[in-house]
């Protein structure tokens, strides 16, 4: 179920973008006995963008995650 959320988010270009609502979602990210499964709040935009979803640093922070930037990875 989408829920409304009023608001504009900031774009990668700097432009205004328009949310379309919120859905709570059981995710998991891992494989077996490495897996992880929580719920997660997604927010939905229209944005022309090569993602299909962008992670937070709260969901980063729930995973215990280490990002590396410059080497592409997460562990």
């Known amino acids: 179920m ?3 959320n009023v608001g504009l ?4 270009a700097g432009e205004r973008v328009e949310t379309r609502g919120y859905v709570d979602l059981m995710t998991t990210f891992g494989q ?3 897996s992880r ?3 997660i709040r ?3 935009v229209d944005a022309d ?3 299909f979803a962008l992670v937070g640093r709260k969901t980063l922070n729930e995973l215990g995650a ?3 930037t410059p080497h ?3 562990k």
Do not use: A, R
């Open 2 to 4: 989408i829920h409304p």
């Open 9 to 12: 988010i900031l774009g990668f």
């Open 32 to 34: 077996g006995k490495l």
């Open 37 to 39: 499964s929580f719920i």
């Open 42 to 44: 997604y927010l939905l």
């Open 49 to 51: 963008t090569s993602y």
């Open 66 to 68: 280490i990002v590396s």
């Open 72 to 74: 592409l990875k997460m």
